[in-house]
Nanobody, 116 residues
Framework: QVQLVESGGGLVQAGGSLRLSCAAS????????MGWYHQAPGKQRDLVAS???????NYVDSVKGRFTISRDNIKNTVYLQMESLEPEDTGVYYC??????????WGQGTQVTVSS
């Protein structure tokens, strides 16, 4: 069983920055992918960025050049550095661990609010 706890959300003005963290408890080993998802109010949850255990990174076009995903495998933590935030980035950010045959696990989410 894996538990994910996100932190780092908050209220920021447009153009500001935030760093989200996702700490995983339990054992994460083998090939896996960690991802950050964004759910805007009234909308579906969409992938923002992902990073595999081998370091392969993927971003959605809207955040390229603004967001940076990274992971610390010793600390079992994934980060999302968000720069040049826009009001459209407002929403709940969720961390997801995809562990192959062990399944997928989600965190509880952290709220990000970007004021214009």
């Amino acid at each position: 069983q894996v538990q994910l706890v996100e932190s780092g959300g908050g209220l920021v003005q447009a153009g500001g920055s935030l760093r989200l963290s996702c700490a995983a408890s339990g054992t994460i080993y083998g090939d896996n992918t960690m991802g950050w998802y964004h759910q805007a109010p009234g909308k579906q949850r969409d992938l923002v960025a992902s990073i595999t255990s081998r370091g392969r990174i993927n971003y959605v076009d809207s955040v390229k050049g603004r967001f940076t995903i990274s992971r610390d495998n010793i600390k079992n933590t994934v980060y999302l550095q968000m720069e040049s935030l826009e009001p459209e980035d407002t929403g709940v950010y969720y961390c997801k661990a995809s562990l192959g045959r062990l399944g997928d696990f989600w965190g509880q989410g952290t709220q990000v609010t970007v004021s214009s």
